[in-house]
């Protein structure tokens, strides 16, 4: 039921503040969150820092609240964030508070047990997480290479980090 409401609220979210003749200038960026989502749940699936967890029907699964999240909630979240990020010392300020907000929204989950952590993640790694993941999206708007660049690094720490067969190798 949440997820209806969760998607219900985007939807709002989307008539009000999405400036829907720019999609295709955002759409790079989406594609570029999607595709690095993917690849964390290729990556990870056998092995899950974090989930998804329904509680209302069992054939509501990680997989497919994710793929509602990455096709539309997501989406939504960056065509807002950078239609409005202003300039200049206001930008730390600005993506400060989308940081909080998104790793607030998730600790409500987190609490109410619709999102879980396991193998080491917590609320604290994913909010270091949100901090590089809306500044990356911020650079990937505005230099794409530089930011697919930016995440080899980031992926290689968080494999050795967190992902049982390559932390072994330490």
């Known amino acids: 039921?949440?997820?209806?409401?969760?998607?219900?609220?985007?939807?709002?979210?989307?008539?009000w503040f999405v400036d829907w003749k720019r999609w295709r200038e955002y759409y790079p960026t989406i594609q570029f969150y999607i595709v690095f989502n993917f690849l964390y749940n290729f990556l990870f699936f056998r092995h899950t820092l974090w989930a998804f967890q329904a509680k209302t029907f069992n054939w509501l699964n990680h997989t497919l609240i994710d793929i509602t999240f990455s096709f539309f909630i997501i989406p939504v979240i960056i065509m807002i964030y950078l239609r409005y990020q202003p300039s200049g010392g206001k930008l730390i300020i600005y993506t400060s508070i989308w940081i909080v907000y998104f790793s607030f929204l998730e600790y409500i989950f987190w609490k109410r047990g619709l999102f879980i952590y396991q193998n080491?993640?917590?609320?604290?790694?994913?909010?270091?997480?949100?901090?590089?993941?809306?500044?990356?999206?911020?650079?990937?708007?505005?230099?794409?290479?530089?930011?697919?660049?930016?995440?080899?690094?980031?992926?290689?720490?968080?494999?050795?980090?967190?992902?049982?067969?390559?932390?072994?190798?330490?």
Request: hydrophobic share 60%.
């Open 1 to 15: 039921m949440y997820l209806v409401i969760v998607v219900a609220v985007y939807i709002l979210f989307a008539t």
């Open 120 to 170: 080491g993640w917590g609320p604290m790694w994913s909010s270091f997480f949100n901090i590089i993941m809306f500044t990356l999206l911020r650079i990937h708007y505005k230099h794409p290479l530089t930011a697919i660049l930016m995440c080899i690094p980031i992926i290689t720490i968080l494999l050795f980090l967190f992902h049982p067969a390559l932390s072994q190798l330490k």
